[in-house]
C-alpha cells in the first residue's frame, strides 16, 4: 500500500477517531450531575449564535423556495422546458 495515499490501511485504527461513545457518556452523566445539583449553566452566546444561524438558515431555504416558485411561473411541476 501506498503510505503517501490518504486511507490507510482497513485493517488499522484511525489516528483520531471521533469522540468515543464513552467519552460522550460521561459528558452526559456530568451534564446530568451538574442539572441535578443546580451548577448547570446555558452558554447564552453559543445559543444566541445557533439561534441566528438557524434563523438565516430559514431565511436562505425561504429564499430559494421563492426564487424558485417565480421561476417556475407557467409550468407545471415535473415538465421541462424543452418539452
Not at 9 to 22: A, C, K, L, R, V
Not at 46 to 56: D, G, P
Amino acid at each position: 500500500m501506498n503510505p503517501g495515499v490518504k486511507g490507510g490501511n482497513p485493517g488499522q485504527s484511525d489516528p483520531d477517531p471521533p469522540t468515543s461513545t464513552e467519552t460522550k457518556a460521561n459528558q452526559v452523566i456530568r451534564l446530568k450531575q451538574q442539572i441535578a445539583l443546580g451548577r448547570y449553566r446555558v452558554d447564552a452566546d453559543a445559543v444566541a449564535r445557533e439561534m441566528i444561524f438557524k434563523l438565516r438558515l430559514l431565511s436562505l431555504s425561504r429564499r430559494a423556495l421563492g426564487a424558485d416558485r417565480a421561476g417556475g411561473v407557467g409550468r407545471q411541476a415535473g415538465s421541462f422546458p424543452d418539452e
